[in-house]
Each structure stands twice: as structure tokens, then as C-alpha cells.
């Protein structure tokens, strides 16, 4: 199997598309871009130059991911969700040389219309809601909603709700997998597979 690029579709010289990758509609893979196996890039998508992304990553409809990005394996970007990688944007003002660095870890969720500030790293299985803004670094499993974004409480590995507080101590399990987690303050870790 090879990856599959719609007719509409631009993906420059250079680029790397892993194995059963699909391309859709009017999106455009830049040159320097490293894609992994089993993605799918939506209906007008657009990938930079210096940009990774892992293997199994879901780009929804309408979203650009520019340069200075990294999708660790399994993320979901949500239709229309922004990245951004200059602090302080003026058009007259040039600053690609001051890109910030941005990395969604493996199995983040990334909703609808939300939007990461550069310069943040959203953790391993961390859910940001929809039409969130993201402006800090958000913890694994992490459920943030809101503008700016605010940690409201904790999501398994399978993308349920954990009935925990957004802080302070205990244990839960995944109503979906039986999977158990214990948070200890600001960090919930997994302590258990299903029995």
C-alpha cells in the first residue's frame, strides 16, 4: 500500500508521506514535511515546511500546521483548529527567525476550532475542547476548556471523562476500558490495566 493523494491535492518535491497515508481534497504538503503512516489530511489542509507528524494522525477539514509543529503519533486535529508560530505577528516586521516551538504529544485530542499558541506542549492524551485557546503547557490526560483554556478535569487514554477533580488526590477508573488512574495533585498518571 501507498499513500493516496487526491488529484486536487499539492504535495511538493521532498515531502514524506508514510505508507496509507490519504491526502484529501485541496490540501498542500510543503517540501521539507515528514508525514507518518496511516494519516489522513483533510479537505484543505496545510502542512509547512518543518513540520513532523507521527504515524496514525487525524487533520481534520480546514486546518494549517505550520511550520515549527510537531504531532506525535496518534493526535486528532479537530475541523478548522489553529496552530500559530510567531508570538507577536506584524507584517512588517520579519520573524521567521523567531519561531516558537510547539509539540502535541501521542493520543492528544485537539476540538474544533481551538487554538494552540506557539510555544506550548499539549501532553499525551490531553483533550482540549472545542473553541478552547490554549496559551500554557496542558498535562497528559488533561481536560481543558475555555478562554484561555482551563484544566476542568481528566480523560483516559480511550477519550472518557474520569471522575476525578481537576486537582487534589485519588483514583478512577475509564468507564470504557476498566483502565485505572491516580492523580496526585497536578499529575494523573495510569496505575493499572483492566482486570
Known sequence: MTAFVHP???????????????????????????IGARCSLGQGVYVGNDVAIGENVKVQNNVS???????????????SMVFTNVHNPRSAVPRKDEYRRTRVRRGATLGANCTIVCGTTI?????????????????????M???????????????????????GRGEAACPATGERYRLEGDTLSPCSSPT
Open 123 to 143: 501532553g499525551e492524551y490531553a483533550f482540549v475542547g472545542a473553541g478552547a485557546v490554549v496559551s500554557r503547557d496542558v498535562p497528559a490526560y488533561a481536560l
Open 145 to 167: 476548556v475555555g478562554v484561555p483554556a482551563r484544566r476542568i478535569g481528566w480523560m483516559s487514554r480511550h477519550g472518557e471523562r474520569l471522575e476525578l477533580p481537576a486537582t
Open 65 to 79: 500546521v505550520y511550520d515549527a509543529v510537531t504531532l506525535e503519533d496518534d493526535v486528532f486535529c479537530g475541523p
Open 8 to 34: 486536487s491535492a499539492i504535495v511538493d518535491a521532498g515531502a514524506q508521506l508514510g505508507e496509507g497515508t490519504r491526502v484529501w481534497h485541496f490540501a498542500h504538503v510543503s517540501a521539507g514535511a515528514k
